[in-house]
């Protein structure tokens, strides 16, 4: 079955210490999103790539970097998790710009100590 | 400052009944909305959607109005099913949007046998 898959599903990382959480897709769409989403908020946007375009958005923390080495993969890179960085980051991709509908993965739950 | 509200955190319907979930945004240039559905550690899932053209879309038991001048969307549920159980994402998007959507916090949808 064609998906978004998310790993690891759960992390942990000291503060401070950089991590990176992994995307992958197998639906060929062109367009991939990092949302950040903490306990009852709704997701936010971090940031998107169409191709390889990378769109950050204006209020996204310069700690937050992300990868796209090819279609398939996406990589967030936290480089110095705080305690506010605490959430569930989640991953989806849409086949176009303008099709608003999101095929997302399940998550992974990050937890900063 | 919230776009899309979502002011009820949670619902509880007997099976068979109507659930009725509603959605209030403040930005007139939506053009677009979608509602999600997202079970316990999974990733939100598509669930339906609705052009700003429309004041109705339908599929199944899963019917979704728009009413523009009061900037309210509403997804109906009938009949409701205990599989329904879930917590449910409205958003919203729009042409020249940055290609991004705006999403609510989420109301959790609890069907009783």
């Known amino acids: 079955d064609a998906m978004v898959i998310q790993n690891p599903r759960y992390q942990v990382t000291q503060f401070g210490k950089p991590v990176t959480l992994s995307c992958s897709q197998t639906?060929?769409?062109?367009?991939m999103y990092w949302y950040q989403q903490k306990s009852s908020q709704a997701p936010k946007l971090l940031f998107h790539?169409?191709?390889?375009?990378?769109?950050n958005e204006a209020d996204t923390p310069d700690n937050f970097q992300s990868r796209r080495p090819n279609t398939s993969f996406c990589f967030l890179d936290i480089r110095s998790p705080g305690l506010g960085d605490a959430a569930m980051y989640l991953c989806?991709?849409?086949?176009?710009?303008?099709?608003?509908?999101?095929?997302f993965g399940p998550g992974t739950r990050l937890t900063v100590t | 400052d919230q776009q899309v509200k979502q002011n009820s955190p949670s619902l509880s319907v007997q099976e068979g009944r109507i659930s009725i979930l509603n959605c209030d945004y403040t930005?007139?240039?939506?053009?677009?909305f979608l509602w999600y559905k997202k079970y316990p550690a999974e990733g939100p899932t598509f669930l339906i959607s609705i052009s700003s053209i429309k004041d109705k879309n339908e599929d199944g038991r899963f019917t979704v109005f728009l009413n523009k001048s009061a900037k309210h969307l509403s997804l109906h549920i009938v009949p409701s099913q205990p599989g329904d159980s879930a917590v449910y994402f409205c958003?919203?998007?729009?042409?020249?949007?940055?290609?991004?959507?705006?999403f609510g916090k989420g109301m959790k949808l609890t069907v009783n046998p």
């Open positions: 790539y169409y191709d390889k375009d990378f769109n």
């Open positions: 639906l060929n769409h062109n367009v």
């Open positions: 958003a919203a998007g729009y042409q020249g949007g940055s290609e991004k959507l705006v």
């Open positions: 930005n007139s240039m939506f053009d677009y």
């Open positions: 989806a991709t849409s086949r176009a710009l303008l099709s608003y509908e999101q095929y």
